[in-house]
């Protein structure tokens, strides 16, 4: 069981707009900045979103992401097949002194 | 463009040793920290290890603590992770990761290597 929880699933239609959390509490999310990542089936994970709302080069801004105390959400917009995979959320426990990755959100787009 | 490019993995039994090995191309290996992800078959992502770019300091899963060791040769752009006293909990696809600004910021990731831990 991840100390970051995330939904096990989410769904949407087409060209609508989902979003996904993560929970956290105060020594990871609450003082540290979150990341996320893609992972569409068959293929090595990708970064989406970095220091909670960034985008690295290439990523489409349909994707956002946002922080707020010790909860943090991934944002979708004009959903398309291709955004079908897994999304896992990572940040870092400064109790623990590791990187934590949540149990994973899968897409559906329905 | 940046290349990472893990071997090192195979079939070992419970108890065994593996050593893995990520080699690096398309960027300066030595100023990043780097780490290695773990996923179990059908299951999610778990962060395995983390090693700074030049004192060697790592950091661990507490799931390896004391039986995983990472390290690094950044003469050679090369990454490593022995693996002692297997489990076949240990069973996963693992995956070499450079780290952007920040441990948690994997902005590169390999293709991975399949370690079978099995009698």
């Known amino acids: 069981q991840s100390v970051l929880t995330q939904p096990p699933s989410v769904s949407a239609a087409p060209g609508q707009k989902v979003t996904s959390s993560c929970s956290g509490s105060s020594s990871n999310i609450g003082k540290n900045y979150v990341s996320w990542y893609q992972q569409l089936p068959g293929t090595a994970p990708k970064l989406l979103i970095y220091?909670?709302?960034k985008r690295p080069s290439g990523i489409p801004d349909r994707f956002s992401g946002s922080k707020s105390g010790t909860s943090a959400t991934l944002g979708i917009t004009g959903l398309q097949t291709g955004d079908e995979a897994d999304y896992y959320c990572?940040?870092?426990?400064?109790?623990?002194?590791?990187?934590?990755f949540g149990g994973g959100t899968k897409l559906t787009v329905l | 463009e940046v290349q990472l490019l893990e071997s090192g993995g195979g079939l070992v039994q419970p108890g065994g040793s593996l050593r893995l090995s990520c080699v690096a191309s398309?960027?300066?290996?030595?100023?990043?920290?780097m780490s290695w992800v773990r996923q179990a078959p059908g299951k999610g992502l778990e962060w395995v290890s983390a090693i700074s770019e030049t004192d060697g300091s790592t950091y661990y899963a507490d799931s390896v603590k004391g039986r995983f060791t990472m390290s690094r040769d950044n003469s050679k752009s090369t990454l490593y992770l022995q693996m002692n006293s297997l489990r076949a909990e240990d069973t996963a696809l693992y995956y070499c990761a450079k780290c952007g600004n920040r441990v948690t910021n994997f902005d590169y990731w390999g293709q991975g290597t399949l370690v079978t831990v099995s009698s």
């Open positions: 220091d909670n709302n």
């Open positions: 398309g960027f300066t290996f030595s100023n990043y920290v």
């Open positions: 990572v940040t870092w426990d400064s109790s623990l002194r590791a990187v934590l």
